[in-house]
């Protein structure tokens, strides 16, 4: 059997292209534009979420909601089906740490004693770095809130601005501690993934393990020890302090396989052995079902909602007055709102139920809304006395006459001439 049967190969060359991957997508996301909107980003002066090139204003509670449980769900199925490889393959924290220890390790800056006698100026280089890298992340959040581009403009004239300035300034203080002195010690003693992880296995949940049963051909080199950056010994079992990220499974391999032998520790679905079918419990299936639900219902919600809309209600006080003529005058407001990324022209039009026009006062003709503009009408409509307190059909019309959005309004009871008005 060649080589490369026996050792399936090394994870970390996996591993690390993967962490690149992901953290170029989370530097780049904020830079993507779709229609003029950025990809993803919550402005907080319009507390509205960009999202796929569509605004969701905070109005639009509904939406964030099925969001919120969206991605709680999705959390939950990404615990339940690969346990910690998240910590040790796509946490933020542990692709940084990685990144540090191996730049540290690069200039030549050991650990313990070989640090203390490193020379002062790759100390100076090695907590420059880590400074730049604290910095690039911050950015990276702020970019979330603050789009890239008015990022740079407003920092190139010196007005980032008093809130994006002391994110920027606490959160690269925070990571650059993390970074120079803290690293690993966070997912090992503050980190509560891991408790709630341990909480949530499953019997398929994806583990890293050094399996028992061929416990007999461990020669006890201790090279998956050396290897692990947690210091634990994946021989004692599932430990809460294993970030899973298969280094000591790789030191394993190595050594293994100049035997001729596979690796005794393996990455397992659960203990049945039975693969990834594991995963085929009703626990997962429940959670799946109800995370496709929801991002469907979300996806529908999203598409199917129209980009204008229309409330209708009536002003307090004066709601109805008589005309000499016989007719009576309702008065109502709207609030229209223009939740799409282009301008629009739209006139408001009344109809009485077999469709004739009712006349309409007040400034409702030719209404220009800008992009994501909300805009309150006070109007009233002039109605005769023989519609009675029935309903009235209020259209919102494009400039060539076709109707883009509509609501019903119920007119107040005919009122004679002599009557003041209803309050
Ligand atoms: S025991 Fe293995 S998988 Fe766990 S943290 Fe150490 S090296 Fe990584
Ligand atoms: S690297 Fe493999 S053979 Fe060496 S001590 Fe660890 S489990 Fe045993």
């Known amino acids: 059997m060649r080589k490369a049967d026996r050792t399936g190969g090394r994870l970390g060359p996996w591993r690390r292209s993967f962490q690149w991957a992901t953290s170029l997508l989370v530097l780049g996301i904020p830079f993507v534009r779709i229609g003029g909107d950025s990809l993803l ?40 089906a690969f346990g910690r490889a998240w910590c040790g393959w796509a946490c933020p924290q542990t692709t940084l740490s990685d990144l540090t220890e191996g730049f540290r390790a690069r200039i030549g800056l050991g650990a313990g004693a070989e640090t203390k006698a490193a020379n002062l100026w ?32 407003r920092l190139a004239q010196g007005r980032l601005g008093m809130a994006a300035g002391l994110t920027l300034a606490v959160t690269a ?48 080199c201790g090279a998956c020890v050396r290897a692990c950056p947690m210091d634990i010994d994946i021989r004692r079992g599932d430990q809460i302090e294993c970030i899973n990220c298969g280094r000591c499974l790789d030191a394993c391999r190595d050594v293994m396989a100049r035997r001729g032998q596979a690796g005794i520790i393996r990455y397992t679905f659960g203990l049945s052995g039975r693969g990834a079918a594991a995963l085929l419990n009703p626990r997962m299936l429940l959670v799946t079902t109800a995370f496709v639900a929801i991002c469907a219902i979300f996806a529908a919600t999203l598409l199917l909602r129209t980009s204008l809309t229309l409330k209708l209600g ?81 259209t919102l019309e494009s400039p060539q006459g076709q109707t883009l959005v509509s609501g019903q309004a119920r007119l107040a009871a005919p009122l004679d001439a002599k009557d003041k008005g209803t309050p």
């Open 122 to 153: 790759r100390r100076g280089v090695f907590h420059l770095f880590c400074l730049a890298l604290a910095l690039l992340t911050a950015a990276n959040l702020v970019w979330y809130f603050l789009s890239p581009y008015e990022f740079f403009a």
């Open 314 to 394: 009536r002003p307090t006080g004066l709601v109805a007055r008589p005309l000499d003529d016989g007719q009576t005058l309702n008065f109502f407001l709207a609030v229209v709102a223009n939740r799409g990324s282009a301008p629009l022209e739209v006139g408001l039009r009344a109809r009485a139920p077999d469709g004739s026009p009712l006349r309409v006062l007040g400034p409702v003709a030719e209404i220009h809304l800008a992009p994501r503009e909300r805009r309150r009408l006070d109007f009233a409509v002039v109605s005769p006395n023989s519609l009675g307190a029935g309903e009235i059909l209020l």
């Open 41 to 80: 980003r919550l402005d907080p002066p319009s507390l509205t979420l960009y999202l796929g090139g569509r605004a969701l204003p905070i109005e639009e509670l509904y939406l964030f909601l099925l969001l919120g449980i969206a991605l709680i769900l999705l959390f939950l199925l990404v615990t339940l």
């Open 173 to 220: 203080a925070l990571v650059y501690l993390d970074l120079a002195w803290v690293r690993r010690l966070l997912c090992r003693e503050f980190c509560p993934y891991g408790r709630f992880q341990s909480a949530l296995v499953d019997p398929g949940t994806l583990t890293l393990r050094f399996h028992p049963d061929e416990a007999s051909r461990c020669i006890r």
